[in-house]
């Protein structure tokens, strides 16, 4: 499965479970596995994709290739430098654009 999150751009057609706010990417992650998640850093609810970030690391719910996408400078590097910091070594980290 592949995950979606961001408050503004338009989610991918298909193939994709999308959530537009940390709770409903929350409540995603914590029910589901996916292979792929891409993630925008400000989500427009008082949280960032770096707390998503910091949700799976606690719970150990990793995607097997993470991308970032958020056009915010420093919170790519953070978002970054977090995932490589602290998610297992084999989890293939991008920051590619979705649009």
Same mark, same amino acid.
């Given at each position: 499965?592949?995950?979606?999150? %961001? =408050?503004? $751009? &338009?989610?991918?057609?298909? #193939?994709?479970?999308? @959530?537009?706010?940390?709770? #409903? @990417? ?6 589901? =596995?996916?292979?792929? @998640? &891409?993630?925008?850093?400000?989500? #427009? %609810? /008082?949280?960032? /994709? ?24 420093? #919170? ?15 989890? $293939?980290? &991008? ?5």
């Amino acid at each position: 499965m592949k995950l979606f999150v %961001d =408050d503004r $751009r &338009t989610p991918p057609e298909k #193939g994709f479970e999308c @959530a537009e706010d940390y709770e #409903g @990417a929350v409540f995603l992650i914590r029910y589901m =596995d996916f292979e792929f @998640a &891409t993630l925008d850093y400000d989500l #427009g %609810d /008082g949280f960032t /994709g770096l707390d998503i970030l910091k949700f799976m690391h606690e719970n150990q719910k990793y995607p097997r290739h993470l991308n970032i996408h958020s056009d915010h400078p420093e #919170g790519r590097v953070l978002m970054r430098d977090f995932a490589k910091e602290n998610f297992p070594e084999d989890i $293939r980290i &991008t920051m590619n654009s979705v649009d």
